[in-house]
């Protein structure tokens, strides 16, 4: 049984920052790129993050300079170290692990997420 639980969010003024985690089980961590992504009200949810098994990473443009994916493949962690926070950056956040077979998560499969909210 996959399990992904994220933490980590919430509410921080413009230019904070902020370190989401993501803890998954029931698969073999390190075999799995994973993302993060988030979606914010009325809009896509949209890939904001990844990193292979290999520690490769990319990132959307809108953070790039900003946020960091890393991964702990010993406590099957990856976090997203966000700086420089931005308004535009509210959103829920969501964690995801792609395997040979696709992105774990998708349609109404997605997990609670956890909420980023950045407000002066």
């Known amino acids: 049984q996959v399990q992904i639980v994220e933490s980590g969010g919430g509410l921080v003024q413009p230019g904070g920052s902020l370190r989401l985690s993501c803890a998954a089980s029931?698969?073999?961590?390190?075999?799995?790129?994973m993302g993060w992504f988030r979606q914010a009200p009325g809009r896509q949810r949209e890939l904001v993050a990844g990193?292979?098994?290999?520690?490769?990473?990319n990132y959307a443009d809108a953070v790039k300079g900003r946020f960091t994916i890393s991964r702990d493949n010993a406590k099957s962690t990856v976090y997203l170290q966000m700086t420089s926070l931005k308004a535009e950056d509210t959103a829920v956040y969501y964690c995801n692990a792609h395997g040979i077979g696709g992105w774990m998560y998708n349609g109404d499969s997605w997990g609670q997420g956890t909420q980023v909210t950045v407000s002066s």
């Open positions: 990193i292979t098994g290999g520690g490769t990473t």
């Open positions: 029931g698969i073999r961590f390190s075999s799995y790129t």
